[in-house]
């Protein structure tokens, strides 16, 4: 039987078990996801789960908040999109090597094709606000498809780093970084495609919260992205629509990159289409 699973800690609110149960029947498999939660005191256990995927025990494990980085020296080999990215959110064993991938960058980039904006079609120009973990995934496919990125950061001396690192790539984009207070002089020089928010402002119980500054005016027909899910219409969703603009959260990129994951493990494609009309079905919250 196939044996999925996710570590990270705290993780008892993750979806996956549901995105990957449902992908499991869709696509006729026999198989199981599991969450592996592993507290930080305790994470000399990741070697041990890592075996269990060289072994045959797990097919393929997921990786979240705080091992994307901390589970790399025990693999074997990583995914062009995982070394660049410098985070594995998927491990597999094939061929002989166990092999870390990082599915959360081509699901971003899947999920704003879905919202019309297909960022291999013309580059183009982002403001991204935050420069986490999911940031460098975001960050990673504006830049591999050669759009420029304005960052905005409540810390920036926090986050030359992650500029430094992916500037060092030598990819095709390019990003410049900012504090909060530059926003409103930034939006004035430059033509915004599209605003994506990459911190947890919004998310609830804070929903109350937004990365947009209530006095500051949005670009014109740009789209705006926010990566929270819960709740369904963010505080900055609601700030993009009302100012007449196009706004998703970020439901779509969670489903996109496990769903890309479950490809991974098992060589099949999920439809789409299919998979959000069975979601429905079964629950109607994301
Ligand atoms: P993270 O590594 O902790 O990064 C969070 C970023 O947001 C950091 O840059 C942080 O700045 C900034 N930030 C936090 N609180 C802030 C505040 N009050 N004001 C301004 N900036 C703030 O977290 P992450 O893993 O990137 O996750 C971020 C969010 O994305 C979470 O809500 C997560 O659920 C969501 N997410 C969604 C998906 C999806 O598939 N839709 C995937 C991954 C993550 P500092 O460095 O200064 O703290």
Not at 86 to 114: M, Q, R
Not at 135 to 151: C, D, K, M
Not at 184 to 189: A, F, G, P, V
Request: aromatic share 8%.
């Amino acid at each position: 039987m196939i044996k999925f699973g996710l570590l990270g800690w705290p993780i008892t609110h993750s979806r996956s078990p549901q995105i990957h149960s449902l992908a499991l029947k869709l696509a006729g498999l026999q198989g199981a996801y599991e969450l592996f939660p592993i507290e930080p005191e305790r994470k000399a256990e990741l070697a041990a789960m890592i075996k269990k995927v060289r072994e045959g025990q797990i097919t393929g494990l997921n990786v979240t908040i705080p091992y994307k980085q901390e589970v790399m020296p025990f693999l074997d080999a990583l995914s062009p999109n995982a070394k660049n990215i410098g985070a594995v959110n998927t491990i597999t064993f094939k061929n002989g090597k166990v092999t870390g991938h990082n599915t959360d960058a081509p699901g971003f980039e899947a999920d704003l094709a879905n919202n019309g904006l297909e960022l291999s079609y013309k580059p183009g120009e982002a403001v991204v606000f935050g420069a986490g973990g999911a940031a460098r995934a975001v960050f990673y496919a504006f830049l591999n498809n050669g759009w420029q990125i304005h960052a905005f950061v409540r810390n920036v001396e926090k986050s030359k780093q992650v500029v430094a690192d992916l500037r060092g790539k030598g990819l095709p984009g390019g990003m410049k970084l900012y504090g909060l207070a530059d926003l409103s002089h930034t939006l004035k020089r430059n033509k915004i495609d599209v605003i994506v928010d990459t911190t947890p402002l919004g998310m609830a119980p804070h929903i109350d919260s937004s990365s947009w500054p209530s006095n500051v005016k949005f670009p014109v027909n740009c789209l705006v992205y926010d990566l929270v899910y819960n709740p369904e219409n963010t505080l900055l969703m609601k700030q993009a629509t009302a100012a007449g603009l196009r706004a998703s959260n970020g439901w779509g990129m969670l489903v996109e990159q496990a769903l890309l994951s479950f490809e991974i493990w098992t060589n099949v494609k999920i439809n789409r289409a299919d998979f959000n009309a069975a979601w429905q079905q079964t629950t109607h919250t994301p």
